[in-house]
């Protein structure tokens, strides 16, 4: 593996740092002619300022007043929201963390059990800091440490008793994974026969009607709360919705002050979401149906490069979006990505992680199928293939 400051074989220096990393990265990824998939955060800041603009006079009425402590546009999201999921209210939200510490602290309180069982590779298991028991004094367990959701039987047969149930829909460290419906409408029902509450941690939820074959209302009607997200697969700043019925949505936004998420002024987010509602939402089924080409090619083209052991998980995908692992270091195959980007115009995979599991010499990358991704034919994606093996084995 090459040292940092080491040269490549383009004979350009490594960078020294990693915001210098960081900041090759993004220039290869927005002068690449070609992608899988566009990220808003790959805009510069005047870009992104030019499409809020540009969006704000589509998605809402701009000559209005600006929102204040979550009305205007804010209630207009809300309102959506509330309208598209089925629910009785919406309560817009900072970051989907605290939608959920919220979510979940009031149904401890009202089921009078602060146990709730998720996924070990859950949100608040892997990417809070245990904020769930050090902010909102709960505790976690888990009826299955399986890379998948849990199933009826282990969740009704758990030896522990709990308040809340929280899945994740899709299980995003387990490779976007979803069950299938009628998995997913037993295992609520073995959470009923408990007694216990349902909650969905749906920050990709909009992504998962193709799947199931249901429309959005009727797989939130399953849950009694759902948190959906706006900046992952809407292509929104940020922000989250915490939906459910009236009187939760009246508890949840006094929770939300005093988790200081009552902010002045929130119109960027708002505006961003409306139009990633209109823009991105109707285009989701397509990005799924694509990303189950490009996943079959990545596995052509890994097994007729000599890859040797690989893995894209799931198989087919469950959404737009899935895992691929490769026996290689982290650091070689994100070098290597780059450099195809930066000599190809082509960006195939992006950054890639080493498992916390700390397999050595192993790595796991996320792909992302947006609209850049549809005009890629299997073929496209075999010869990208190539062209990464080529600079993962040195010899371009």
Known sequence: MADMNTQVTDGT?????????????????????RALSRLPQDRT????????????????????PADIYGDGVVGELEQRVAGLLGTEAAVFFPTGTMAQQVALRCWAG?????????????????????????????????????????????????PEPFGTLMLELPLRDAGFLLPAWEELEAVVAAARDRDAVVHFDGARLWECATHFGRGLPEIAALADSVYVSFYKSLGGISG????????????????????????????????????????????????????????????????????????????????HQFQVWLPYDAEVLSRASVRQAEETGTVLFRRWFTPDTGAPGVSYTEVTVT??????????????????????????
């Open 110 to 158: 009202r089921t009078g059990n602060p146990v709730v069982a998720l996924h070990p590779l859950a949100h608040p298991e892997v990417h809070e800091n245990g904020a769930l028991g050090s902010v909102s004094g709960l505790r976690t367990v888990h009826p299955t440490t399986e890379p998948r959701l849990p199933t009826a039987d282990e969740v009704r047969d758990f």
């Open 13 to 33: 220096a490594e960078p020294g740092s990693e915001e210098e990393w960081r900041l090759r990265r993004l220039a290869a990824w927005r002068r690449a002619g």
């Open 371 to 396: 609209e850049a991704g549809l005009e890629w034919s299997a073929e496209d994606v075999r010869e990208a293939v190539a062209a990464f093996l080529e600079r993962v084995d040195g010899k371009s």
């Open 240 to 319: 989250a919705v915490l939906a459910g019925s009236a009187s939760l949505a009246e508890e949840a936004r006094l929770w939300r002050h005093r988790y200081g998420g009552q902010l002045f002024q929130q119109f960027p987010a708002a505006v961003a979401a409306l139009a990633g509602l209109d823009r991105e939402l109707p285009r989701l089924p397509s990005y799924a149906a694509q990303a189950k080409v490009v996943a079959g090619a990545l596995a052509e083209g890994f097994e007729a490069g000599g890859a040797g052991w690989f893995r894209v998980r799931p198989q087919v995908p469950h959404t």
């Open 45 to 64: 800041l005047g870009e992104q300022l030019a499409a809020l603009a540009a969006d704000a006079g589509t998605v809402t009425d701009a000559g209005l």
